[in-house]
């Protein structure tokens, strides 16, 4: 593996006698195995102090269980914790439920494939890039409809940001905006696309009548609306949208 790429930091917290998950990520150069104790105490100290990516872990430990290491290192850790993912021979519903609402990233029952628990591990990574991506793109499109006057609390605010987030990942759907776009919209707020095409179109008057023309020049870089001209739906949408596609 090259230097460059990050390996995956696993904690493993697993009582079995097989040791195929340890020879397993202990050998894939993908992995990085910082620790594994089978105590719950020891779990807790060795985790704090690793910080790992990720704590595969078995709920019946030594000393403390599972949720007790779980609830112990949420409370310790707050926004920095690994996701924690439980394997365990408890398949209660009961069990798995509790996993979940505890804040673990996923449970599976024993006996776990190593090759497994090494693709959902990089699935969950993917989840989380792409969680972080939509978040960014989020507020981005939320600090230009701040600055050109359209307000939060009015549905067509809603509806545009829908529709500039749909034109990033799909710029073409600008070109069949009353067939596509309005009714992916409509479809999604459970409203008719008639109300989403007049709710983006209040919302680029109310940003009109607020005078805030020159933040929008400003912003795109061009001279291109005056108080007397306001941009159609798609007009406004493709304009953010290739904005947003340009700063990557």
Do not use: C
């Not at 990050?6 to 992995?31: G, H």
């Not at 990720?54 to 007790?68: N, Q, R, T």
């Not at 914790?81 to 798995?96: A, D, R, T, W």
């Not at 795109?220 to 159609?232: A, D, H, M, V, W």
């Amino acid at each position: 593996m090259e230097n460059n790429v990050k390996k995956i930091s696993i904690y493993l917290a697993d009582n079995s006698e097989d040791k195929t998950l340890e020879k397993y990520f202990y050998e894939n150069d993908k992995f990085d195995l910082v620790g594994k104790s089978v105590v719950g105490q020891d779990v807790v100290k060795d985790v704090l102090q690793t910080k790992p990516d990720f704590l595969v872990m078995e709920i019946m430990l030594s000393g403390m269980d599972g949720f007790m290491v779980l609830e112990e290192l949420k409370q310790q850790l707050k926004n920095h914790m690994p996701k924690v993912i439980f394997i365990s021979n408890l398949s209660h519903s009961g069990f798995v439920s509790k996993a979940m609402k505890e804040g673990a990233s996923y449970f599976m029952v024993k006996p776990v494939m190593p090759e497994n628990l090494a693709e959902r591990i990089e699935n969950l990574l993917e989840e989380k890039s792409e969680s972080k991506d939509q978040k960014q793109l989020d507020e981005k499109i939320s600090n230009i409809f701040i600055s050109i006057g359209i307000p939060a609390h009015i549905k067509g605010y809603q509806f545009l940001r829908e529709a500039v987030k749909l034109a990033v990942e799909e710029p073409e759907i600008i070109g069949s905006i009353t067939k596509r776009l309005y009714p992916t919209i409509a479809e999604k707020f459970e409203t008719s696309s008639s109300k989403v095409e007049r709710g983006m179109r209040h919302a680029i008057e109310v940003a009109w009548n607020r005078g805030k023309i020159e933040n929008i020049n400003t912003l795109f870089g061009l001279k291109i609306y005056s108080s007397n001209e306001k941009p159609t739906n798609g007009e406004l949408i493709a304009l953010i949208a290739d904005k947003m596609i340009m700063e990557g």
